[in-house]
């Protein structure tokens, strides 16, 4: 059975850091794509980051536009988790964030397999 436990989320004040991590179990973990998505009050779910391991030294990564520059996405293959380090939090960063994983066949469609249960971000101004 796959899970993805999300951890690491809180109440912050703009400016500030938080990690968020994610420990996968149940699943080939380093042939996944993982993801991170954030959802926010009354908000569609939206796309944060994700990350993709070649199977050498070679990793993968895209951000959405509006974190660029201000979080990062790294995996730990030998733990099984990922995590977002997110800095210079602003208000609008407020969300339920999700990590994910999707397996090659379903990143081609861009879909994702597996979800966990999100952690809360509250960033305050």
């Known amino acids: 059975q796959v899970q993805l436990v999300e951890s690491g989320g809180g109440l912050v004040q703009a400016g500030d850091s938080l990690r968020l991590s994610c420990a996968a179990s149940?699943?080939?973990?380093?042939?996944?794509?993982m993801g991170w998505f954030r959802q926010a009050p009354g908000k569609e779910r939206e796309f944060v980051a994700r990350?993709?391991?070649?199977?050498?030294?070679?990793?993968?990564?895209n951000y959405a536009d509006s974190v660029k520059g201000r979080f990062t996405i790294s995996r730990d293959n030998g733990k099984n988790v990922v995590y977002l380090q997110m800095n210079s939090l602003k208000p609008e960063d407020t969300a339920v964030y999700y990590c994910?994983?999707?397996?090659?066949?379903?990143?081609?469609?861009?879909?994702?397999?597996?979800w966990g249960q999100g952690t809360q971000v509250t960033v305050s101004s």
């Open positions: 990350i993709r391991w070649s199977g050498t030294s070679t990793y993968y990564i």
């Open positions: 994910a994983a999707s397996d090659r066949r379903s990143y081609e469609r861009g879909q994702y397999d597996y």
């Open positions: 149940g699943l080939t973990f380093s042939s996944y794509i």
